[in-house]
């Protein structure tokens, strides 16, 4: 089993930035991908970005070139830097982790993750 822990999460005004971080323990071998989701309240958790354990990193349209996600594998830890923040980004924050997912880690949808996070709430005003 795969535990994971986020935080970094916190208050930032528009254009700011903040870093979460998730760390991995556990049967952390295992894992092949990890994500970032967010969701808001009534709505779907939303696909941030991905990364393989190799580094190939995916993003969705709505982050892409404000977001960066990066790990550091000795330290069993994922990262997301978000820089030019915006008050839509506002929301909790989850990171997930999966098993499988392919050389790229084109993984958007929950239900392909088979561990999750807590969430860390992040709010943009």
């Known amino acids: 089993h795969v535990q994971l822990v986020e935080s970094g999460g916190g208050s930032a005004q528009t254009g700011g930035s903040l870093r979460l971080s998730c760390a991995a323990s556990g049967a952390a071998s295992r894992i092949e991908c990890m994500g970032w989701f967010r969701q808001i309240p009534g709505k779907e958790r939303e696909w941030v970005a991905s990364?393989?354990?190799?580094?190939?990193?995916n993003y969705a349209d709505s982050v892409k070139g404000r977001f960066t996600i990066s790990k550091d594998s000795a330290k069993n830890t994922l990262y997301l830097q978000m820089n030019s923040l915006k008050p839509d980004d506002t929301a909790m924050y989850y990171c997930a982790a999966a098993e499988g997912g392919g050389a790229y880690c084109f993984l958007a949808a929950a239900y392909e993750y088979n561990y999750w996070g807590q969430g860390t709430q992040v709010t943009v005003s």
């Open positions: 990364i393989h354990r190799d580094g190939f990193a």
